[in-house]
């Protein structure tokens, strides 16, 4: 287990040290400008392009939009970023009154799955709601 650990982290952050970062602050659309900034520093930590860490900061907006229409008034939003190698996962998640799903037919979805490699909604608990993205960079190969 811990020859992977250190695969893992080869090239990103400190060898054998798991490369995760972990933000909470309140579910209001005030404060996510301050997870923007996040999304696009940890971003150019795996060297992707400028459009490719554009595209990753829209999908984290666009999946904290939805999840705050759905997010209990006074709770928190909790966003983990784990990096690994050349992609990075991005877990959004907030406290629902129930949890619906999103429509994965309406527009904000069709938005997601166009900027992200990979995107899921998680529904844990009757009372948790998550989406979880996905974005690999692209490695250039010799031309």
Do not use: H
């Amino acid at each position: 287990m811990a020859d992977e650990t250190v695969t893992r982290a080869q090239g990103v952050g400190i060898p054998g040290v798991r490369d995760a970062v972990c933000v909470r602050m309140p579910a209001v659309s005030a404060y996510l400008s301050v997870l923007r900034t996040a999304t696009a520093g940890l971003a150019a930590r795996l060297d992707f392009t400028i459009d490719q860490i554009e595209d990753l900061r829209i999908a984290v907006d666009e999946a904290c939009a939805m999840l705050l229409r759905q997010a209990v008034p006074g709770t928190d939003l909790v966003a983990e970023f784990e990096l690994d190698g050349d992609e990075m996962t991005v877990r959004v998640e907030v406290s629902t009154v129930g949890n619906t799903e999103p429509r994965r037919d309406d527009f904000a979805w069709m938005v997601l799955t166009a900027l992200a490699d990979d995107v899921d909604a998680v529904t844990d608990s009757p009372d948790r709601m998550a989406i979880v993205l996905r974005k690999r960079r692209d490695v250039a190969g010799p031309v």
